[in-house]
């Protein structure tokens, strides 16, 4: 992604040759990022016609901002087809996967939450900038949870 500062506004473009593959996808980590302090973390997810995300659960909650295209949200052996302007929400230790079986690309973000990552935020907030506890870092693709990015 390239950052585009503006006075109060950081505005990141999509990169779609920098796409990383894991998990059944390709996919970009939307956090860390200068100038970015939220109490989520979320990914932009590709899906290319014909790819099958792996199946996991997770621990945080997690909402799809379907962007472009159309595709199907597993759980639970109930198939949910999702297409561009949806949103699909997810509730933790829901085991889940997302499958492309159309002749187009399925992209979204997942944006995923849980009560730790709150806690560090309003922790933050509690601090002057110099006194800030140093942010927890995301891993690197290779070190995420199959329940990350896969979603």
């Known amino acids: 992604m390239?950052?585009?500062?503006?006075?109060d506004v950081t505005i990141r473009a999509q990169e779609p040759d920098n796409l990383v593959r894991a998990h059944g996808l390709d996919l970009s980590l939307l956090h860390p990022f200068p100038g970015l302090d939220s109490p989520f973390r979320g990914a932009w997810c590709v899906l290319r016609p014909g790819d099958v995300t792996e199946t996991h659960a997770h621990h945080d909650r997690e909402i799809f901002i379907v962007m472009s295209g159309r595709g199907t949200l597993v759980e639970g052996g109930r198939r949910h087809e999702i297409a561009a302007g949806d949103?699909?929400?997810?509730?933790?230790?829901?085991?889940?996967?997302?499958?492309?079986?159309?002749?187009?690309?399925?992209?979204?973000?997942?944006?995923?939450w849980d009560r730790a990552m709150s806690e560090e935020f309003l922790a933050r907030a509690e601090f002057p900038a110099e006194e800030q506890p140093v942010a927890q870092?995301?891993?690197?693709?290779?070190?995420?949870?199959?329940?990350?990015?896969?979603?």
């Open 2 to 7: 390239t950052d585009h500062e503006h006075a």
């Open 87 to 112: 949103l699909a929400y997810i509730k933790a230790d829901v085991e889940h996967s997302v499958v492309n079986e159309h002749d187009e690309d399925f992209a979204y973000y997942a944006v995923w």
């Open 137 to 151: 870092e995301l891993p690197g693709v290779a070190e995420l949870p199959d329940a990350v990015p896969a979603s």
